[in-house]
């Protein structure tokens, strides 16, 4: 039975693609963060990595309690960059494959760090210089050395928990394609990652792949008690700052 598998459009998630030695049973497709919760809803043989805060509008959602993409350090798939000699923030904008975890964490941060509530607004033009706030999504970072000069939107999120700050969950409309998934593949990630990634970001600066080594071991597939308490504590912080009514009960499989 082939299962389809949708997951982000990051070099995360082709780093996780990559560390599959099988895929003759996969359909693999690569989609935009914020789309992918709609994909897998009702469908039977489907699973997707999805943004963690999806889960508060696809609560009837599985998720597996063996694998994802989080991280425990540094790296980071999102980078917050500040304009200069401000004193304080009123608007952030957001640029790249944003999806639900920059728009309504980025404003629990700012609250939580600096005391401020600020207003998201998503930015579509390329950005030449930054003369504004903005935090910006995906490979951008790395295609174009941007996260020299960024502060790691993870490394903020795990202070703030004090967990490792899961950016992507394996979701899926059933239960059984959890399981399925899991089992077929959740040994594939527990031998640890390449350190060369030279040519699986053939086109990148030797600096942002030299980073990517550097920095891999932060990089989680293979969930334990700590990634799960994350989601859990992830997902509870919407709730104490009054952006949802109750508390998400996650479906783990």
Do not use: C
Not at 53 to 70: A, H, P, Q, W, Y
Not at 223 to 242: A, K, N, S, V
């Amino acid at each position: 039975m082939i299962t389809k598998f949708y997951v982000p459009k990051n070099i995360f998630s082709q780093i996780l693609i990559s560390e599959i030695s099988d895929k003759s049973t996969l359909d693999i497709e690569f989609f935009p963060a914020s789309l992918i919760a709609k994909e897998i809803s009702g469908k039977k043989n489907t699973v997707g990595l999805i943004p963690s805060m999806d889960l508060i509008t696809n609560r009837d959602l599985f998720v597996s309690s063996e694998i994802g993409i989080s991280f425990n350090a540094l790296l980071s798939n999102s980078y917050i960059h500040f304009k200069e000699e401000q004193e304080t923030i009123n608007e952030l904008l957001l640029k790249g494959d944003v999806s639900s975890n920059e728009v309504i964490l980025s404003k629990i941060l700012f609250k939580e760090f600096y005391d401020v509530e600020i207003r998201t607004t998503l930015l579509n033009r390329e950005v030449a210089d930054f003369k504004d706030n903005i935090l910006i999504a995906g490979d951008e970072n790395y295609q174009k050395e941007l996260f020299l000069n960024g502060l790691s939107f993870s490394e903020e999120i795990i202070e703030l928990l004090n967990a490792p700050y899961v950016n992507f969950v394996l979701a899926s409309f059933s239960e059984d394609a959890i399981k399925e998934f899991s089992s077929d593949y959740k040994n594939q990630f527990q031998n640890g990652h390449s350190e060369n990634f030279n040519e699986l970001f053939p086109s990148f600066p030797q600096s942002s792949l030299d980073f990517l080594s550097v920095n891999i071991q932060h990089l989680i597939f293979d969930f334990d008690e700590q990634d799960r308490e994350g989601i859990t504590q992830l997902l509870q912080m919407p709730y104490y700052h009054g952006l949802i009514k109750d508390i998400i009960d996650v479906k783990f499989v």
